[in-house]
């Protein structure tokens, strides 16, 4: 247990469905991220929230919108997904500058 | 941004000392980073290196040099649980804190 949960684990979903990630973290970290991990490939980085504040968009498709409404909670809106997202869906904390924690991720299939 | 090159794939005897190698470029060096991820885990931060030197935390040791742009993690005494996929990451000083990863390394360790 990482102090950083994600709900749910395992997702399916059709390319005109709407569904949404969910992560929480019990660490008091002010920082949360949203990463994509694919087979073979660099975790990436999708987007930053530091103190409720989006500060980073790593150029993501718009068909995934984050939401932030506290320090403690994150979530990824999901909406006409295409087979090539599906993916392993990471969430992370941290303080400030320091080491991240991550949750055990989503893993996201889309049909 | 950085070039993080890591082994795609390494195997070791139980028992034994594996070192897996992490090299990199970029324009401003800010601290480096290892994770461990077991299979459908989430990553676990291991250690962090900034200077050059040796950083040892019981069977696991981490080496940076600046100069080369390379770093090592060291695993001695392996164990089966140490069968899992090794993240290197880098931080520059170019604004974000937020460190870009590697591929990573799966290690598998067998009797």
């Known amino acids: 247990e990482t102090g950083v949960t994600q709900t749910p684990r395992h997702l399916v979903m059709g390319m005109t469905n709407k569904k949404s990630l969910k992560c929480e973290q019990h660490l008091g970290h002010n920082a949360m991220y949203w990463y994509k991990q694919s087979a073979k490939k660099p975790l990436e980085l999708m987007f930053v929230?530091?103190?409720?504040?989006?500060?980073e968009n790593n150029s993501v498709p718009s068909r995934f919108s984050p939401e932030c409404p506290n320090s403690s909670h994150l979530f990824l809106h999901l909406h006409t997904l295409q087979p090539e997202d599906s993916a392993l869906y990471l969430c992370?904390?941290?303080?400030?500058?320091?080491?991240?924690?991550f949750g055990p991720g989503t893993r996201l299939t889309v049909l | 941004g950085q070039n993080i090159d890591q082994p795609t794939e390494m195997t070791a005897t139980e028992g034994a000392i594996v070192q897996i190698n992490c090299t990199y470029q970029?324009?401003?060096?800010?601290?480096l980073f290892w994770y461990q991820q077991h299979a459908g885990e989430a990553p676990t931060f291991l250690s962090y290196?900034?200077?050059?030197g040796l950083e040892e935390k019981g069977r696991f040791s981490s080496f940076l040099s600046r100069s080369k742009g390379y770093s090592y993690l060291l695993l001695k005494e392996l164990q089966m649980k140490d069968s899992a996929s090794y993240l290197c990451?880098?931080?520059?000083?170019?604004?974000?804190?937020?460190?870009?990863f590697g591929r990573g390394t799966s290690l598998i360790v067998h009797p």
């Open positions: 929230y530091n103190f409720k504040e989006q500060t």
């Open positions: 290196n900034v200077l050059d």
């Open positions: 990451a880098v931080r520059d000083t170019g604004g974000s804190y937020i460190p870009t």
């Open positions: 992370a904390s941290s303080h400030r500058d320091n080491e991240q924690f």
């Open positions: 970029t324009s401003g060096f800010n601290g």
